[in-house]
Each structure stands twice: as structure tokens, then as C-alpha cells.
């Protein structure tokens, strides 16, 4: 079973509009993070945020929040403001365990703003 | 936030032949990995980089085929061996620690594109 599925293959959202790109997740463990990366066409990879399971409040990270959602196991991120630098690739990816272990991830959105 | 480099940036090889990778963090970090993601896919773990020790391979990776060094805490190696051009990919490395608030802060390099023709 996959561990973190992405179900939305593109998105496109206007500039100055919010946009949320789905994720959800497959895990027995109680204790585990989740991430979300930003890939542009350059092929790097960008840290945008990170979600604990024991985190009680959404995580933030200026333009970028994560609506957490445990019991249904989703972590969706919300992209507030979009901006044409926006446009990338989103991958989400989970971290299963207390302690620092490998990343699974899914296959991605690819998001497009246009003016 | 750790500042990764990764030399080559890219690099167009020869069916055959090896190409090493280097992968420096510019402060000491708890683990270190290496991905792949070949064209339109998403990231593959190859393996973890030990310090010190052999590195931990995930299913469907072999020492002989992807050696990874990692003699500091700083600093690691993956070659790439006797490559094909299913070997074609953007080679990532990876290091993780915990941030100041407690969260985990896990970032990558700015990835090596491998051609093999």
C-alpha cells in the first residue's frame, strides 16, 4: 500500500489565490513527521515545512501552512497568496519512527500559477 | 538551516564507466542519505550514509552498484558504478537534525543530474 499518496497530478491556481495540495498518509506509528518540498524545474530540492504527530497546532511557515488533519491522516498544504514563483513541483513526505529515519514520498503535484 | 553542496552539479558519462559524487553539509549533522529520482518520478531512498561504518542500502540497492562513503560527519561520497543509461538521474543527498524547536529539519542538496549515454 502506498505510504503517501498525492492524488492531484497538476493544479493550477491563480496568482494571488490561495491554494491547497492534498496529501494523505498510511502509518501504524504513533510517533512520526511529515514534510512538505517544493522541486522547481532546477531540480533542487526546498524544505517548506514540517508537521510533528505530536504537534497539537498546524504548523506555518510564512505563505506555507499545513492543515493537519490526524484522525483522517491527511496533511494538505495550504499556499497562501500564490505567487508565479509558485509554480514547481510538491512533494509530501512522511517520517515514520522517534528518531531520524529514511523519508518516503509521493509522487508529487505540479502546481502552475498563472498572472 | 544546513547548507548543502553536492560537486558535480551534472554530468554526461560514458555507458561503463563510474562517477563519484561528493556531498558536503556545512555543519555537523545526525544522518545523511542518498536519493535518486529518475525522469518524472518521485525520490527514491538508495541509502543511508554512516558515519564511519557501511552505509545501510534499502531493497533493490547493492553495495557494488552504488558504494557510499561517509568518513566524517560533514562529508559523504556515493559512486555510481559501471553505469547504464538506466542510471540516468538526479542524484540528491540529504541531511537531517533537529531544529531549534524541537522539529525536524531534514534538507537536500542541490542534486547532481547524471546523463548516461
Known amino acids: 500500500a502506498q505510504k503517501i499518496t498525492q492524488t492531484q497530478p497538476g493544479m493550477f491556481v491563480q496568482e494571488k489565490e490561495a491554494v491547497t495540495l492534498d496529501c494523505t498518509y498510511d502509518t501504524s506509528d504513533q510517533s512520526y513527521g511529515l514534510f512538505w518540498y517544493k522541486q522547481p524545474s532546477s531540480g533542487e530540492m526546498i524544505f517548506l515545512i514540517y508537521?510533528?504527530?505530536?504537534?497539537?497546532q498546524n504548523a506555518t511557515e510564512g505563505r506555507y501552512s499545513l492543515n493537519f488533519q490526524k484522525a483522517r491522516k491527511s496533511a494538505n498544504l495550504v499556499i497562501s497568496a500564490s505567487q508565479l514563483g509558485d509554480s514547481a513541483m510538491y512533494f509530501c513526505a512522511m517520517r515514520e519512527g522517534g528518531s531520524f529515519q529514511k523519508l518516503v514520498f509521493g509522487t508529487g503535484t505540479r502546481l502552475l500559477v498563472s498572472p | 538551516s544546513a547548507v548543502i553542496s553536492q560537486k558535480p552539479s551534472r554530468d554526461i558519462c560514458q555507458r561503463g564507466t563510474s562517477l563519484t559524487i561528493q556531498c558536503q553539509v556545512d555543519s555537523q549533522v545526525t544522518m545523511m542519505f542518498w536519493y535518486r529520482q529518475q525522469p518524472g518520478q518521485s525520490l527514491t531512498l538508495i541509502a543511508t550514509?554512516?558515519?564511519?561504518?557501511?552505509?545501510?542500502?534499502e531493497s533493490g540497492f547493492v553495495i557494488d552498484k552504488f558504494p557510499i562513503s561517509r568518513p566524517n560527519l560533514t562529508f559523504s561520497t556515493l559512486t555510481v558504478s559501471n553505469m547504464s543509461p538506466e542510471d540516468s538521474s538526479i542524484y540528491l543527498c540529504?541531511?537531517?537534525?533537529?531544529?531549534?524547536?524541537?522539529?525536524?529539519?531534514?534538507?537536500f542538496g542541490p542534486g547532481t543530474r547524471l546523463t548516461v549515454t
Open positions: 550514509a554512516n558515519q564511519g561504518s557501511e552505509a545501510t542500502y
Open positions: 508537521q510533528g504527530s505530536y504537534d497539537e
Open positions: 540529504s541531511a537531517g537534525k533537529f531544529g531549534l524547536a524541537g522539529g525536524q529539519e531534514q534538507y
